[in-house]
């Protein structure tokens, strides 16, 4: 899955198959769980088929349903217990297919709403054996992206609903009851019942198509392969599909109606994507054909779907509007294909036995997507965007309430929780480092070795390592459990190098990186470590694997310490090391100089080095310097410009400062891409305008308006490029007019993505009244069903206190607007951007009142988010001021 990730960007303020291909596997039979397995069903029974007939109806927003479920009994039992939610059974009967002749056995059928189960009791006892079930049922269609779901958008033809299907993590059963977790794999034969004019689009490819004589059309899709109930997919609506050949499979995209020649450019590079996979991981993509499937609107907990076979994109995230897309846009559009299908195998093909190895899944596609840019995108020098992988995570993973990479689930909220940017990009960060430490062809052969092996089935991590660790002949396993089974950052202290006859010697101490300073022992990792100086050829490299080493590094030069940032550690230099270092910043490698600045940042925060190490730096950033850089200055620039908060007499000369150092540089590349330049220049320019925007900066304000009313004029007249920061400085400066104007441009828009993005900034006027606007508005109808939350969220980012305490204010309204698996973070995220005190007990009281004990973590993530922002707020702001004091003019 996609995860939405909430920005951190200035921006955002961001034919049936043939059996016979199969392996044996396929086919054993089915496994119960066993005790190394969570599971939260009997252990008596287990699937190998589902034959699921499907009748929606889109308009009353219901499903009837029939599903025959064949299934080995493997201990004598009279109950069968199967996951279901929402769903009212009409029918259940049981006939055995081990012995000739046997006649239906009815069930009696009794609900668990709590632990989402239905379990059918027969008048005796079932041998073990193989048999089919057979229910009869009824279910309800969502406007979330949750179970079965509908999404309405606006139209030339008027208003269209379409439906589709999300599954991950547990919400299969609403559809079809099952044995609804990642151990139980089995085969899907699925039909619907539905209107002659739709396109229905499932896994497999349509097998057989029968006109009924109401007019409606049955569709059937070919058997799937075996597999989760969490990858099952079905979506109907007024679509069409493009399609291309690559590597003897069919690519297609599926759009609404008219939408499909935004897809080209997803179509293209997906086949471009499906050959590199083939060859990276040895086992070629297995089904007959891979849909991406593009819905209108989002959701508050993912952006995309692996579903084998049929990955579901939100628009936003798979279609480029030539009018309207940045180059920000089209490399998300590419690392969400790329993520996506890098699942087809790593979670698809071989799935994790259970939620505890989440991480499996996620930390590998996130990793595969970043590898994907940088080995057919060079020009984005995706490479670089390691450091802010890194940042990611470490920002979670130094409060408290952080979690290892591998972690016990025991609930399905908690396997919810669970896809946070620990599991993704802490996962990524971790898989990074590894490869690095044991080779690139080392660490595919091993991947290769593992897809072999577990192809079909369900791992655990130690699976992972023991192929790797095999391939590379050197241990791996317990540096890898270092960083996956404890939580936390390891922090490397760099001492005093020393240079004799052309090589520096330095000792690296190992302690623990943490902005809340638990009150225990610090933790100890085996750290993989490069180090290197500046202007030398070679590097050098070892394990801190007793807390100490001391490094020979070839070369007299300035050292860096995690050069090339592979490793994830924070570098804390002795003031001599990060002297030498700052002063010929401007010559580092640009992922060092973003590693530097990154960690200089993140140590003052934490009190563990001064600020002004990080204002330094800033200041020797020299003027065309790369473009990632120039973005990276910018954020923690409007990171301080948001810590003084409202205090707007005291934020001046930081203000002053911050538009001293930007504005030179947004005048050096100008308002208008010039032919030939870097595409990373581009995300650079949006990012200095939104900033300045933001920073008041007059000129950029005034430009920003003038290109505004042009582009009332003349929709033409502004790029694409230019577009989203166009808008995002005006809507940010609106006043109720412009608001109005603005809102009424958006009830007008046609396209659903176009449309989305103008209620989005609706809601980031800084004017308080227009906020409050924006949140009434959030929950009419007006914005459309999956609008609303991201709305309010939006609303968040600037005026926390307000969104919160209206969300929460109306919590039974917000409720149906927000999909049921992310309430229990949703409303905790809301408070996170608060420096006010008052908020920390809001939470808490939040939580306690609507969060069982082991759902709230979120809400204690929230809690000390904001007691750290106070914290800093106290402890950094006075050294910023005596710093502009001394250096500012
Ligand atoms: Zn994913």
Not at 322 to 345: C, G, I, L, N, Y
Not at 412 to 420: G, K, P, T
Request: hydrophobic share 45%; charged share 20%.
């Amino acid at each position: 899955m996609q995860r939405r990730l909430i920005a951190t960007a200035v921006l955002t303020l961001a034919a049936s198959l043939s059996l016979a291909t199969l392996p044996a596997n396929v086919n054993a039979a089915p496994r119960v769980a066993d005790a190394t397995v969570t599971t939260q069903l009997p252990r008596n029974a287990a699937p190998r088929n589902y034959d699921v007939a499907l009748t929606p109806d889109a308009a009353a927003g219901t499903f009837a349903g029939k599903v025959t479920i064949t299934l080995d009994v493997v201990t004598a039992t009279s109950t069968i217990t199967l996951n279901a939610a929402d769903l009212a059974f009409k029918s259940a009967a049981i006939t055995t297919i081990s012995t000739k002749g046997g006649k239906a056995l009815p069930a009696r059928t009794s609900i668990d709403k709590e632990a989402q189960t239905a379990t059918f009791t027969f008048a005796r006892a079932l041998a073990p054996g193989q048999y089919k079930l057979a229910l009869d049922y009824t279910g309800v269609i969502g406007t979330q992206a949750v179970g079965l779901f509908s999404l309405d958008y606006d139209s030339d033809g008027g208003k269209k609903r379409a439906l589709y299907t999300q599954f991950e993590n547990s919400d299969a059963r609403r559809m079809i009851p099952s044995w609804d977790e990642p151990f139980y794999k089995a085969t899907f034969t699925l039909s619907a019942t539905v209107p002659a004019a739709d396109m229905a689009v499932s896994n497999m490819p349509v097998a057989s198509r029968t006109n009924l004589p109401d007019g409606r059309v049955r569709v059937t899709f070919g058997e799937s392969p075996k597999m989760s109930t969490y990858l099952l997919f079905f979506g109907l609506g007024e679509f069409e599909r493009a399609t291309r050949q690559a590597e003897g499979t069919e690519l297609g995209v599926v759009t609404r109606k008219g939408g499909a020649s935004q897809a080209a450019f997803v179509l293209q590079e997906s086949a471009a994507i499906l050959k590199e996979y083939n060859d990276y991981f040895g086992v070629r993509y297995p089904l007959p054909k891979l849909d991406n499937i593009a819905a209108p609107g989002r959701s508050q907990f993912f952006g995309a779907m692996e579903n084998w076979g049929a990955i579901f994109t939100f628009e936003y995230a798979m279609l480029l509007d030539p009018a309207v897309s940045t180059q920000h846009d089209r490399q998300e559009v590419f690392v969400t294909a790329a993520h996506e299908m890098a699942h087809q195998w790593f979670g698809d093909l071989v799935t994790m036995a259970w939620w505890d190895d989440l991480w499996l899944n996620e930390g590998f596609a996130s990793w595969m997507e970043s590898r994907m840019s940088e080995r057919l995108h060079p020009e984005w020098e995706s490479n670089l965007g390691v450091v802010a992988v890194h940042e990611g995570a470490m920002t979670r993973d130094s409060v408290v309430t952080t979690h290892p990479v591998v972690q016990h689930v025991a609930t399905v909220e908690q396997a919810s929780q669970a896809f946070d940017s620990i599991t993704y990009q802490k996962g990524e960060s971790v898989i990074r480092m590894l490869e690095n430490y044991v080779g690139e062809l080392a660490w595919r052969n091993g991947v290769r070795a593992y897809m072999q092996k577990h192809k079909y089935s369900n791992t655990v991590s130690d699976d992972l390592w023991n192929s790797i660790e095999k391939a590379a002949g050197k241990p791996v396993k317990a540096i890898a459990h270092d960083f996956t089974l404890q939580p936390g950052v390891p922090l490397v202290r760099v001492g005093v190098p020393v240079c004799t006859a052309g090589e520096t010697s330095v000792t690296l101490t190992q302690a623990e990186y943490s902005r809340d300073q638990p009150q225990r022992k610090p933790l100890t990792w085996r750290v993989p470590v490069v180090a290197k100086t500046l202007g030398a050829t070679g590097d050098a490299r070892t394990v801190i694997d007793k807390g100490q080493v001391t490094l020979r590094v070839p070369g007299c030069g300035p050292l860096v310490v995690n050069a090339g940032q592979n490793g994830y550690y924070r570098t804390l230099y002795s003031p001599q090391a990060f002297d030498a270092l700052s002063l010929q910043f401007g010559a580092l490698p640009p992922v060092d100089q973003l590693g530097l600045l990154s960690d200089s940042w993140a140590l003052g925060l934490a009190g563990l080095a001064p600020t002004s190490n990080w204002l330094d730096l800033a200041a020797a950033t020299p003027e065309g310097a790369n473009p990632q850089v120039w973005s990276k200055l910018t954020g923690v620039l409007m990171q301080i410009h948001g810590m003084y908060g409202e205090d707007k007499a005291r934020r001046q000369p930081f203000d002053d400062y911050a538009i001293a150092r930007l504005a030179p540089e947004l005048a050096r590349i100008g308002w208008d891409a010039v032919r030939g330049e870097a595409e990373p220049v581009a995300t650079l320019r949006a990012d200095l305008i939104v900033a300045l925007g933001a920073l008041q900066h007059a000129p950029t304000v005034g430009e920003a308006q003038r290109r505004y009313l042009a582009l009332q004029r003349d929709p033409g007249s502004v790029p694409a490029a230019l577009r989203q920061p166009v808008l995002s400085v005006v809507a940010r400066n609106n006043d109720v007019a412009g608001w109005a104007a603005l809102r009424s441009a958006a009830r007008n828009e046609k396209s659903p993505m176009v449309k989305d993005q103008m209620y989005m900034l609706l809601a980031q006027a800084n004017d308080p009244g227009l906020s409050e606007r924006a949140l009434e508005l959030a929950l009419t109808d007006e914005p459309g069903a999956t609008n609303s939350a991201a709305m309010v969220a939006a609303v968040a980012q600037h005026a926390p206190e307000l969104a919160f305490d209206f969300a929460t204010a109306n919590m039974a309204k917000m409720n149906t607007r927000i999909d049921e698996s992310s309430r229990s973070r949703y409303f905790p995220s809301l408070a996170t951007h608060s420096a006010n005190p008052a908020m920390v007990a809001k939470v808490k009281s939040y939580a306690e009142a609507n969060l069982a004990p082991g759902s709230r973590r979120d809400a204690e993530t929230a809690m000390a988010e904001i007691t750290n922002r106070i914290k800093v707020r106290q402890a950094r702001l006075p050294e910023i001021d005596a710093w502009l004091a001394k250096h500012a003019k």
